[in-house]
């Protein structure tokens, strides 16, 4: 059975530093057992908790140490950061979130740390409870922009009969390669799936695909790019990125179609340049329209003049 020790000491000019050192010299403990002490609370700098190893202390302060000896203080794992989403909305039936590139929605053949997995954690904070949000649509992993996901079966099959319906708006900005000459057009096509690449290609058969319909309306020109609003009616896997492609202008960064004209010296981004930025829907519970818009990431500003403001307007583009 063990018993607790408790040690004190006065800091002066010659033991200021890293409070970690003096616990240690304390204790005479290995650094990971030091370490581990800080995560359970066992160290106090001035009658105050101190959970930071790194905390500089200074001569005059008092650092108390309470421990078991018998005891294996592990050091206690760090909260993975969050790299996947940033919060844009709550409540008790859905959140909306602003996903980053580079993050899957969903996880994939075993791949872990997707947005599903750091928004369940999210949702769990202070709860017991497996909290795991409910998917209703998704973005590709290069796809950055605003997503919602639900927190109950309910509201989720509510959202995606909004969906099925084509009623959300959905509006993204793309970078395409080259100069698109008409200022606006729809693009529409049946899309299905090659069994060895798992590409998306568009086929004039309508039993071998599904109909995808794409929205755009130039925004700006650069030399050598496009910058589109591009709304969609359909939200086909890939659907933007496989017309664009096969209209001669694949999107900035986009490894897949067409790569090798999916180049830009203004493109700075690891990622493919496709930003969801503005998502409409009904909530699936009060009804009441809820309609949210995320800011272009700072990679598409080397495409846009000087106090550029976009104009998310979309209900004009539905009629096509």
Partial sequence: MGHSLEKTKLVTSETAGAVQKIVRAMTCL??????????????????????????????????????????????????????????????????????????????????????????ATYLKRGSKAKARPLVVHRLDRETSGLLVLCKHREAAEAIKSQFRARKPERVYIALAAGTIS????????????????????????????????????????????????VTLETGRRNQIRVHFAEMGHPLLGDPRYRPEAALHPLWKGRHIALHAALLGFDHPVTGKSLRFVSPLPEEFTPFLPQGFSLDLNTKQNLSG
């Fill in 30 to 119: 290995p650094n990971t057992t030091v370490r581990g002490l800080f995560g359970h609370q066992c160290v106090w700098i001035d009658g105050e908790v101190c959970t930071e190893p790194g905390f500089r202390v200074e001569s005059g302060m008092s650092v108390m140490v309470r421990y078991d000896p018998d005891r294996n203080y592990r050091e206690k794992s760090k909260p993975k950061p969050n790299r996947a989403f940033r919060l844009v909305f709550e409540d008790t039936h859905l959140v909306v979130v602003e996903k980053f590139a580079g993050v899957l929605t969903v996880p994939n053949k075993g791949e872990r740390d997707t947005l599903v997995d750091y928004l």
């Fill in 182 to 229: 008409k200022s606006s057009g729809t693009v529409q096509s049946y899309l299905t799936t090659d069994p060895l690449s798992l590409n998306q290609y568009s086929t004039r058969m309508k039993n071998l695909g599904k109909l995808a319909v794409t929205h755009y309306e130039v925004v700006h020109r650069v030399a050598g790019a496009t910058v589109l609003k």
